[in-house]
């Protein structure tokens, strides 16, 4: 079964942009959402990551935005430039068991 | 440097061999996964590790094999039994704390083509 719901699965920004990914969530007991990016070629690294005690965290361009009632986060790309095309995955678990990952979502930016 | 190695970064097989990917890690991490990639089906884990000398099966086994006699070592045999091996296979490591930290870290993958 999918337990976490990425849409969309390709997404196209032009350059300066504002760059959204969206993810869902079935299980309640998730309390730790991540963020993951990946070049082409390449294993992907963490981003960004957000519990459930927040709304919203910020690294610089880059902001998680959670909503608990809903049972949806959301990445949002500021100002979206070139070096920011990847696919970039969310995911989602609890304790220590293993991340549940999102199926992925490929960021283009154009010019 | 620290980090996660695989090798090798490609690899071709013929149907019906068993074909092993290696993954060393020097991050003194204890847990290690190991996932498969397939466009437009995210990150599937295959097996896991929390601990030398034992492992768990992950959402994909079937067709799958691991070994885990060391810390720092966790390899990956894809036998003939996996019907569609054709993938870029990922190796990932992490510290085991409460609470959870949660970031994995990946090596640079592996792609496996079967001809």
């Known amino acids: 079964q999918q337990q976490v719901k990425q849409s969309p699965q390709s997404l196209i920004v032009q350059k300066g942009g504002i760059s959204i990914i969206n993810c869902a969530y079935e299980?309640?007991?998730?309390?730790?959402f991540p963020w993951y990016q990946q070049f082409p070629g390449k294993g992907p690294a963490l981003l960004i990551a957000i519990r459930p005690d927040v709304s919203e965290k910020k690294e610089g361009r880059f902001t998680i935005s959670f909503n608990k009632s809903a049972k949806q986060f959301s990445l949002h790309i500021m100002d979206s430039q070139p070096g920011d095309s990847a696919t970039y995955f969310c995911?989602?678990?609890?304790?220590?068991?293993?991340?549940?990952f999102g199926t992925g979502t490929r960021l283009t930016i154009i010019p | 440097d620290g980090g996660i190695t695989q090798s090798p970064k490609y690899l071709f097989r013929k149907e019906g061999q068993n074909v092993t990917l290696s993954c060393e890690q020097n991050l003194n991490h204890d847990a290690m996964y190991w996932y498969r990639q397939d466009p437009g089906q995210g990150l599937r884990l295959i097996y896991y590790?929390?601990?030398?000398?034992?492992?768990q099966k992950g959402d994909i086994a079937e067709g799958y094999s691991v070994s885990r006699e060391k810390k720092e070592s966790f390899p990956l045999t894809v036998t003939s039994a996996q019907k569609n091996p054709t993938a870029f296979y990922l190796c990932?490591?992490?510290?085991?704390?409460?609470?959870?930290?949660?970031?994995?870290?990946f090596g640079e993958g592996s792609r496996l083509t079967v001809l």
């Open positions: 299980n309640t007991a998730f309390d730790y």
């Open positions: 590790s929390q601990i030398v000398n034992d492992f």
């Open positions: 995911a989602a678990n609890f304790g220590n068991e293993k991340l549940t």
């Open positions: 990932a490591s992490s510290i085991i704390a409460r609470p959870n930290t949660g970031e994995l870290f």
